[in-house]
Structure formats: structure tokens, C-alpha cells
């Protein structure tokens, strides 16, 4: 079972930063060019926000305390008051992952549908999407460490 959840969590995390990466380096280069660039991106964004934010991250939330709590044979509220090092990465990448589900519902649900009433909030709208891309990126490096110990 330990095995399924971490798997489905991989899977889960798979989906949310290469959702992100592709949107940044595949697909926003070509649909900028397009005129209906941000109708493109309203309608794509908004089906990989179901997928991502609204199925996506409750899973990683979820499969992620169940991890913790299968690797160090802890409870998850013992570690959350540990200063074990693996706890104290722990903690951090929980704190860059509520910063990460802050800024996407920001994104996908306040900016992203505004997007097309002005220059300034298309711009404001990519700018929290590459922020939360980079955030997304700190916490795989978090996941990284945790696999080491959380050294
Ligand atoms: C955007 C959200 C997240 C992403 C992208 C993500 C990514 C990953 C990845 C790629 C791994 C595999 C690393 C490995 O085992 O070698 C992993 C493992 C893990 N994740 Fe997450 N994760 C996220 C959220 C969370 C959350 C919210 C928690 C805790 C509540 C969590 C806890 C864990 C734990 C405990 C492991 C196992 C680490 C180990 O090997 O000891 N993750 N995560």
C-alpha cells in the first residue's frame, strides 16, 4: 500500500510541475504570437486547474502525510512538533506548498479569468504563474532532500 501512495503522489506531483513547465516553455511561446492568446490560455488553464489545483493538490496534500507518516513510522502531528531534520524539511515544504495552493487559486480562480480586461492583469496573472512554477521546482528540491534524509 506504502508503495501505491507514494506512487500516486509522484504521478500527482508529475502532473502539477510538468502541467506548469509546458504551459511555460512548450505551449506559451507559441500561443503568445496567436491573436486569441488569451482566450487560448483562459480555456487551457482552466481545464488543467481541475486537474491540478482542484483534484491535484488536495491528493499531494493528502498521499504526502500519508508518506511521511509510512517512511519515519511517526505520527504526522509528532513530526510537525520534531526538530528531527527530515521534520524541519518537512515543515518547509508544507510551507512552500500552502504558499503554492494560495497562489493557485489567486491565479486560477481570480486573475486568470480577469485576465483578458486588461495588459496589467495578463501580466500580473503570468507573473504569480511563473512564481508558483519556481515555488514548484523549491519543492521538488525539498522532496529531493527528504530522500536523503532531509540533510
Ligand atoms: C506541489 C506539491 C508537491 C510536490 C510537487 C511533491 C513532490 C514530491 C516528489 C517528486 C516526491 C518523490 C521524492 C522521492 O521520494 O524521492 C515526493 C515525496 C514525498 N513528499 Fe511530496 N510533493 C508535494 C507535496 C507534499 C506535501 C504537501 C507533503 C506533506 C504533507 C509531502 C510529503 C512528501 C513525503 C514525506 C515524501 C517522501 C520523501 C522521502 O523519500 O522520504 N509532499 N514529493
Request: avoid cysteine; charged fraction near 15%; charge should be positive.
Amino acid at each position: 500500500m506504502k508503495e501505491i501512495i507514494l506512487f500516486l503522489h509522484i504521478v500527482f506531483a508529475s502532473l502539477w510541475i510538468g502541467g506548469m513547465l509546458f504551459m511555460a516553455i512548450v505551449l506559451s511561446p507559441y500561443v503568445k504570437k496567436l491573436p486569441l492568446s488569451t482566450k487560448i490560455f483562459q480555456e487551457v488553464g482552466r481545464r488543467y486547474s481541475i486537474v491540478g489545483t482542484v483534484i491535484g493538490l488536495p491528493i499531494l496534500f493528502i498521499t504526502g502525510v500519508l508518506n511521511a507518516v509510512n517512511i519515519t513510522g511517526m505520527e504526522f502531528t509528532v513530526l510537525l512538533n520534531s526538530s528531527l531534520e527530515y521534520a524541519t524539511t518537512l515543515k518547509e515544504k508544507l510551507m512552500f506548498f500552502l504558499l503554492t495552493v494560495i497562489l493557485a487559486v489567486f491565479h486560477d480562480f481570480y486573475l486568470g479569468p480577469k485576465a483578458n480586461l486588461s495588459q496589467k492583469i495578463k501580466l500580473i496573472t503570468r507573473i504569480v504563474g511563473v512564481i508558483n512554477l519556481i515555488i514548484g521546482l523549491i519543492i521538488i528540491f525539498l522532496a529531493v532532500k527528504l530522500r536523503f534524509g532531509g540533510v
